[in-house]
């Protein structure tokens, strides 16, 4: 079973910067993507952004899109999350998973039940 460790939050002022990291390691079984999500106390789960480890091919929402940038090292079996120009709206906690898609987010979003291996996520919170 996979195993990912996220790391790099914490806490910064509005505007700031933040990069998170995911390493994997051990086996994701037949998974194409590294996706990254985030979670608000009182909200549903929100899939942020995607990237397709053999392809690059990424996936961002629009809601960031500009701001967030998501890459991977596969060397390092790692993948980023560039976090710029944050607002208080981007406080949540930041989880990467393993999956792989069935369609492409644009059309779908990135659905959590497509991924199968989760990390235990990391804290970002963005003060004004």
């Known amino acids: 079973q996979a195993q990912l460790e996220e790391s790099g939050g914490g806490s910064v002022q509005a505007g700031g910067s933040l990069r998170l990291s995911c390493a994997r390691s051990?086996?994701?079984?037949?998974?194409?993507?590294v996706g990254w999500f985030r979670q608000a106390p009182g909200k549903e789960r929100e899939g942020v952004a995607l990237?397709?480890?053999?392809?690059?091919?990424?996936y961002i929402i629009d809601s960031v899109k500009g701001r967030f940038t998501i890459s991977q090292d596969n060397a390092k079996n790692t993948v980023y999350l560039q976090m710029n120009s944050l607002t208080p709206e981007d406080t949540a906690m930041y989880y990467c998973?393993?999956?792989?898609?069935?369609?492409?987010?644009?059309?779908?979003?990135?659905?959590?039940?497509?991924?199968?291996?989760w990390g235990q996520g990391t804290q970002v919170t963005v003060s004004s």
């Open positions: 998973a393993v999956g792989q898609t069935k369609l492409w987010p644009g059309y779908t979003g990135i659905l959590s039940d497509d991924f199968n291996y």
């Open positions: 051990g086996y994701a079984g037949s998974s194409n993507c």
């Open positions: 990237i397709y480890y053999d392809s690059g091919v990424t």
